[in-house]
């Protein structure tokens, strides 16, 4: 079912996710697009399906007269359903195109394999999600890409030292950065590696800006509003939204789009037409999911902030307006979105004491579901991660992620009271 019409400019993304992408006339009036469970589709002539298996394999572009608007071919390559999810998650960054995967790791994987080459640097914000922490530093080196981290506690002048030894800069093929960082919040200046990229270009190439978006994305920060080339989710988390869905998806330029499109074809990681159909749905309340999150984020942000068991929090909403952070914030993202990192007064035994004693909210990775989640990042997410890295990322014994939902905010706050009475 693609879509033959570009996207109204005039509606609001939220208005376009009920009907995008997707004609009822073609198939049989269904309001809601339906499943298509197939592996393989039919040609209306030899010539056409010659035709699009070229263009879609990379052998050539796509002439002006030819129009493959309802054509598919085989279930590794694309499905209707997997259409539908990607022009409409692609509004939300007014990004040329999208491509959707198995995970978000497999996004990120992908993206890396697709863009880099033996004896290639990425350069990546630190601290980084445990298992891109685990990608990046035992897997990459397997094929000789090496990764240099820059700790976003040094802001851009940490950037900018990294970049300007010699030996890093002359090989750099993508900045990779998660703003914020997973888990301590930090923010990661996008324009700002925007800007270092385009100071590194020769002969018309320059170092990709790859940004993971997924704490806050895509409704409160927009990573290709600012320059950046490649915008990463986890569509498990707000996107999908109901903890029911592995996905992953990745918004950007056509051209590097398509490169990522014909490795997923070629390694088989693109998503179930199931998959995309729950995803699909899930759009349509993705910010008014994300809305009611960062309402209730807000007011168990503030009651944290003034407990007496509490070290301090890292949210966003409560950043220095005047600080370098504050400043990245506010140029960046419309909300400080719903993920609160807590640093208790103690050390893993507290940690633990209070996560055992949680009633409402579930002790659990993961993040962006419509129920409110708690874990302990340097015992799980992010254990695989090196202990001197995770104590550089500030990823302590005391740290509490907390991933908000769409409870009422005043039962999520007393259950953390009781909570926090056992620390």
Not at 132 to 139: A, E, M, P, Q, V
């Amino acid at each position: 079912m693609k879509a033959k019409k570009p996207a109204d400019s005039s509606l609001k993304p939220e208005s376009q996710m009920m009907r995008y992408a997707y004609d009822p006339e073609l198939a049989s009036h269904a309001v809601k697009p339906p499943m298509y469970l197939t592996s393989t589709f039919s040609f209306t002539s030899a010539e056409h399906g010659k035709a699009y298996a070229e263009v879609i394999n990379g052998l050539r572009t796509q002439r002006p007269d030819e129009d493959f608007s309802n054509t598919y071919i085989y279930g590794r390559d694309t499905n209707p359903n997997l259409e539908i999810f990607e022009r409409r998650l692609a509004i939300w960054e007014d990004a040329e195109a999208g491509a959707a995967f198995e995970s978000g790791m497999a996004a990120i994987a992908f993206t890396f394999l697709a863009f880099l080459s033996p004896g290639d640097i990425l350069v990546h914000s630190e601290p980084t999600y445990g298992g891109t922490d685990f990608l990046l530093k035992s897997i990459l080196n397997r094929f000789q890409i090496r990764a240099v981290g820059v700790n976003m506690k040094d802001g851009r002048a940490g950037l900018e030292k990294v970049l300007a030894d010699p030996t890093v800069a002359a090989k750099v093929g993508i900045i990779y950065l998660e703003s914020p960082c997973n888990p301590s919040n930090l923010m990661a200046d996008i324009g700002h590696a925007v800007a270092c990229a385009k100071k590194l270009e020769k002969n018309g190439k320059r170092p990709l800006v790859v940004v993971d978006n997924t704490f806050l994305g895509p409704v409160f920060q927009q990573p290709l509003r600012h320059g950046a080339d490649l915008s990463l989710y986890s569509a498990t988390k707000y996107i999908g939204g109901h903890s029911d869905i592995l996905a992953g998806a990745a918004l950007g330029r056509s051209e590097l789009i398509g490169k990522l499109k014909l490795m997923r074809a070629m390694l088989g990681a693109i998503p179930s037409p199931h998959t995309c159909w729950l995803l699909t749905r899930s759009l349509e309340t993705l910010k008014l999911r994300m809305n009611a999150q960062v309402e209730g984020a807000k007011r168990v942000a503030a009651y944290l902030a003034q407990h007496p068991k509490v070290e301090r929090v890292n949210y966003l909403g409560l950043l220095d307006p005047h600080s370098e952070q504050g400043q990245i914030y506010a140029k960046q993202c419309s909300a400080p979105g719903a993920m609160i990192s807590v640093y208790l007064k103690g050390g893993e035994a507290e940690s633990f004491r209070f996560l055992n004693h949680l009633k409402l909210i579930t002790m659990a990775v993961s993040l962006g579901g419509n129920e409110s989640l708690a874990e302990h990042p340097a015992s799980m997410t992010h254990i695989e991660v090196d202990l001197e890295d995770r104590l550089e990322g500030d990823i302590t014994d005391a740290l509490v992620r907390l991933s908000i939902g769409i409870e009422a905010p005043e039962d999520l706050i007393d259950d953390i009271g009781q909570a926090l009475l056992y620390v």
